[in-house]
Structures are given as C-alpha cells and as structure tokens.
C-alpha cells in the first residue's frame, strides 16, 4: 500500500471493507469510508444512495456522524481512508470536506482506487479555504 504507515494501512484496510456495504444501486459508485479519532476507534461509512440523487449521503459523512454520534468532539479525527471502485481515486465532495472541517482540518487523508494504489492528502490541502464559525460571527 504505497509505504503507508500501519495506522493508515488500517485505514485503508477498514474502507475497503466498509466499500462492501455501500448501497448504490443507481450509479453503481460504491465507496468506503473510514475514520479514526484520537480514542483509536475506528468508524466506518458507505454511500447510501436514494433514487432521489439529493438525498444521498456520502460514505466520509457517514462514517463522520458515526464518530460523533459515539461521543467524538471537534479535533478528534486523526485520520480518514476512502476506497472506491474506480481506476482513479474518489476524493471527498466539497460538502464532505466542509463537514469533515466542523472536526478538524489537518490530518492524513488516503484514497484507494480499485487496484488498492493509494494517493494520501490532508484535508488543510483540498480545502483550503474552510467556512469557518468565526465566519458567522463576523456577519454580526
């Protein structure tokens, strides 16, 4: 897996086993989500799809939401792989990144295509402009 450390060939190895479960049956995109907070948990997510494309929910947040439904706070990801069926690689949507951002903006993100060649980013690197809280603050 392209020297990944061990933390993030774990990763990799719970994405593609989330990808499994992926519930695509419109686009047949499958995808595989894994994150892991500071606790070392780990969370897994798949998309979800709905025949109503708007309604579908990608796998980064649902593994997101999982992590935070079980008590993970802002500054608790420490890492995110995410699989998918392509020869290219799936980077997160500019809605993920931005709901990812809510949790913290500098850690390990690695995608996986198809053939298991991984390509590793942080999401400070495809987001670098965040809507941040303070954002709102500022429109008072």
Avoid: W
């Avoid at 593609?16 to 997510?45: H, M």
């Avoid at 593994?63 to 995110?80: E, H, Q, S």
């Avoid at 400070?124 to 008072?140: D, G, M, N, R, V």
């Amino acid at each position: 897996m392209n020297n990944l450390s061990k933390e993030l060939q774990e990763l990799v190895s719970e994405a593609l086993k989330a990808r499994d479960f992926s519930y695509s049956p419109y686009s047949k995109f499958r995808v595989g989500a894994a994150i892991k907070t500071k606790s070392g948990k780990i969370y897994q997510g798949a998309n979800i799809e709905n025949r109503s494309y708007g309604l579908t929910m990608c796998a980064e947040r649902v593994a997101t939401f999982r992590a935070i439904m079980d008590g993970a706070k802002p500054g608790d990801i420490v890492g995110l792989a995410i699989a998918s069926d392509t020869e290219g690689f799936a980077s997160p949507c500019g809605a993920c990144r931005q709901v990812l951002s809510e949790f913290a903006i500098d850690f390990p993100i690695v995608l996986v295509n198809k053939d298991g060649v991984t390509e590793e980013h942080t999401l400070s690197e495809l987001l670098p402009l965040p809507f941040y809280a303070e954002s709102l603050l500022a429109a008072k």
